[in-house]
């Protein structure tokens, strides 16, 4: 496809998404599902620890969700909801993370890279080479009933790309996706968490109803949503104090990413 015509399928940000509630929605950013052993981002849970978590937040009466359904939610059903990230689209999704939220009722989200089919995180230049989703997998995954986002093509700091390939970035990733699963995807996930206006503009351009950062501090908006990080070491009373550090947040504005320029730089090297 054409880019201009691309352009012009990509389509207005979904009105089917609410506004924000008084608390920003609590989201939580996984990764790998695997042995964590080896491990030096801290972002690997194994399976087991994967299953406990879920069990704590079902203690809670919360229910896992992918972003979308979250913020489709009325405000009364948004407090027994809880969103879920997979960053990066590992293979190991489905082998080890799906089962466990099929036990549990849960669904999520995985933000995949159309660009890397079958690659590994060349990315992380420490730590153990891990296989992504092939395109085949991405369409498993969404056959699954888990809701499918874009983290680019490639896994790049966004900030640091030319007009022309942000664009890239942002709308071919969305059209390969949706090419793969029949539907374009509401989701993206800014890699490394990297962002700034110019970037949160080029999401919303590209006809995302959202996206998701770590910490996007005065960048906060439906396009720079903040989530937490959970890591192996997470059980009950941290997982505590962390849905009580979320819920202390304040709560900027929609737009009020517009008075920043400069980009917003969070989560470590990845």
Not at 57 to 68: A, E, H, K, N, Y
Not at 74 to 93: I, Q
Not at 226 to 242: C, E, F, M, N, Y
Request: proline share 7%.
């Amino acid at each position: 496809m054409a880019a201009d015509s691309s352009a012009h399928c990509a389509d207005t940000p979904s009105s089917r998404l609410r506004p924000h509630t008084r608390r920003q929605p609590w989201i939580l950013t996984y990764h790998s599902v695997t042995d964590p052993s080896d491990d030096p981002y801290g972002i690997t849970v194994s399976p087991d620890r994967l299953d406990e978590q879920l069990s704590w937040l079902r203690s809670r009466r919360l229910t896992g969700v992918g972003v979308s359904e979250l913020l489709r939610a009325g405000d009364a059903a948004r407090r027994g909801l809880v969103g879920l990230t997979f960053d990066d689209g590992y293979a190991d999704f489905l082998d080890e993370a799906l089962p466990v939220l099929r036990r549990h009722g849960f669904r999520a989200t995985v933000f995949v890279l159309p660009g890397r089919p079958g690659g590994v995180n060349a990315w992380d230049p420490l730590g153990p080479r891990k296989p992504l989703l092939t395109h085949d997998g991405v369409r498993r995954v969404a056959a699954a009933g888990m809701e499918v986002g874009s983290h680019g093509l490639y896994h790049r700091d966004l900030t640091a790309l030319a007009d022309v390939e942000l664009r890239r970035e942002t709308v071919r990733s969305r059209e390969l996706i949706g090419d793969l699963t029949g539907s374009r995807p509401e989701g993206f996930c800014y890699p490394y968490g990297i962002l700034d206006r110019r970037v949160t503009e080029a999401a919303r351009s590209a006809g995302y109803g959202y996206a998701c950062a770590l910490a996007p501090g005065p960048l906060l908006s439906r396009f720079a949503l903040p989530r937490t990080h959970i890591s192996q070491a997470d059980r009950g009373v941290r997982l505590w104090a962390k849905d009580l550090r979320h819920g202390l947040r304040q709560v900027a504005a929609p737009g009020a990413g517009a008075r920043v320029g400069g980009p917003v730089r969070t989560g470590g090297p990845r």
